[in-house]
């Protein structure tokens, strides 16, 4: 699996946009970028994934770049509850194991 | 949420003494897994299990073994614990090999 790179930690205050950027350069065809989040020791939560075209849920936005060497995960409205450690992942499409770094730690402030 | 439980939640015990931990799942899923979690390390793979009675090596399996006999449970045991396996250990399902996975809500175990 392609290795990825996040920042260590972003703050962002309640009620604007949080982007939260993953650079995964050396990223392949067949390898789709998840995003997942994890509230303060609790089991990771998954927020959505994508391959080539941009990705939107109710949770979030994932706008992955034309070269997809890099992506950003957006969550349009941040609230204290959006307090987490965010993980950026690539994974093969046929792959049974996901690869965690060791994630962005956003702090949502008032 | 995914109706998955993880018992115990929390356990002490001896470095020397076997030690197993359970996964249930109400949803039926084909896939489970097994990561252990530490500080500095992020999520690592233990083992996973593709189906009944088929397990597979994660890339944290040594001292660890699994037994998937049922659908719905996922044990994972420890035959001989040492220090170094104190750590919280999550459980995770998923419908395909291709979808995302769902994560119970974790064992934490120390081992003395």
């Known amino acids: 699996d392609a290795k990825t790179t996040q920042p260590p930690s972003m703050d962002c205050a309640e009620g604007r946009a949080a982007n939260l950027p993953c650079n995964h350069s050396?990223?392949?065809?067949?390898?789709?970028v998840y995003w997942y989040r994890q509230i303060h020791s609790q089991g990771p939560q998954y927020i959505i994934h994508?391959?080539?075209n941009n990705e939107t849920n109710e949770m979030a936005s994932l706008i992955i770049t034309e070269d997809r060497k890099s992506s950003t995960l957006i969550l349009p409205h941040a609230t204290l509850r959006d307090t987490a450690v965010y993980y950026c992942?690539?994974?093969?499409?046929?792959?049974?194991?996901?690869?965690f770094g060791t994630g962005t730690r956003l702090q949502v402030t008032l | 949420d995914a109706g998955i439980t993880q018992s115990p939640r929390h356990k002490v015990t001896e470095t020397g003494t076997p030690v197993t931990l359970r996964c249930h799942q109400t949803?039926?899923?084909?896939?489970m897994y097994w990561y252990r979690q530490d500080p500095g390390h992020g999520l690592r793979l233990i083992h996973y299990?593709?189906?009944?009675?088929?397990?597979d090596k994660g890339e944290v399996s040594d001292g660890y073994s699994v037994s998937r006999s049922k659908t719905e449970d996922f044990l994972l045991t420890l035959e001989s614990a040492t220090s170094s396996q104190t750590s919280v250990y999550f459980c995770?399902?998923?419908?395909?090999?291709?979808?995302?996975?769902?994560f119970g809500p974790g064992t934490r175990l120390t081992v003395l």
């Open positions: 995770a399902i998923s419908e395909t090999e291709r979808n995302e996975q769902f």
């Open positions: 050396t990223i392949s065809g067949n390898e789709y």
């Open positions: 994508g391959l080539k």
């Open positions: 992942i690539v994974r093969v499409g046929t792959a049974s194991k996901l690869t």
């Open positions: 949803e039926n899923h084909r896939y």
């Open positions: 299990s593709y189906g009944v009675k088929d397990t």
